[in-house]
């Protein structure tokens, strides 16, 4: 029998560097990590790649997609109408084959796939403090004052939902974070290695 994958799941504010962490994570963790592509229905920013970033999809075709159970879950994220999915397939076929599947997705969705999958590995990333995460936001000046003060918000509701991860990244260093992370996927690893021969 083929082992089963595992399912990692990251959630953590925007501006917390969680996608360079999860970047970096992909290219140095020696573990078979695939990041699952979620679908969405807002528009490509420049750069972005259709199937590699999301699969960008209409709205339409995003309800046709959850009338048929495509999605593990799905949430309209922010309130601005736009909706994102992780796709069931995606996931069940990467951890059928024995891979570890990525998904970097909000708390709402984290909450709802813990809950489904209590054996998933959770990992909340996040700058320490709101002060912080300010002045990250701030110094990458890509946003608006308007923007910058509604991702403060999210952040805030966020981190009340920091408790139910299993462990916390606090992202001072992009390094010293993949490496903690990557040493927590090998440590759950040893001891499923572990509870499977003494079972
Ligand atoms: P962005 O639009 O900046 O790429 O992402 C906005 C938010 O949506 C981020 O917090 C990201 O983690 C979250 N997100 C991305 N994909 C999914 C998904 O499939 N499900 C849920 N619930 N959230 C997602």
Redesign the pocket.
């Known amino acids: 029998m083929t082992r089963a994958g595992q399912l990692i799941i ?5 501006g917390a560097g ?1 996608s360079t962490v999860l970047r970096r994570l992909l290219k140095d963790c020696p573990l078979p990590i695939d990041l ?1 592509v ?3 229905t ?1 528009a490509a ?1 420049p750069g972005e790649v259709d199937g590699r ?2 699969h960008f999809v209409s709205k339409e075709r995003f309800q046709q997609l959850r009338a048929a159970d495509a ?1 593990l ?3 309209e ?2 309130g601005r109408g ?1 909706w ?4 069931r397939e995606n996931v069940e076929s990467g951890l059928n084959q024995g891979r570890w599947v990525l ?8 909450i ?1 796939v813990m809950d489904q999958c209590p054996g998933a590995i959770s990992f909340f990333v996040h700058p320490g403090s709101l002060d912080e995460l300010e002045l990250r936001l701030r110094r990458r000046a890509t946003d608006s004052e308007e923007a910058i003060l509604r991702r403060l918000q ?1 952040a805030a509701d966020e981190i009340q939902a920091m408790s139910r991860y299993r462990y916390e990244i606090i992202n001072r260093d992009v390094e010293q974070s993949v490496q903690e992370i990557c040493r927590l996927l090998q440590q759950s690893q040893n001891e499923e290695g572990l509870n499977a021969r003494s079972t």
């Open positions: 990251v959630s953590g504010p925007s969680k699952s979620s679908v969405t807002r920013r970033d999301y999605f879950e799905c949430k994220v922010f736009d994102y999915g992780t796709l998904l970097e997705i909000d708390v709402q969705g984290a709802c999210v």
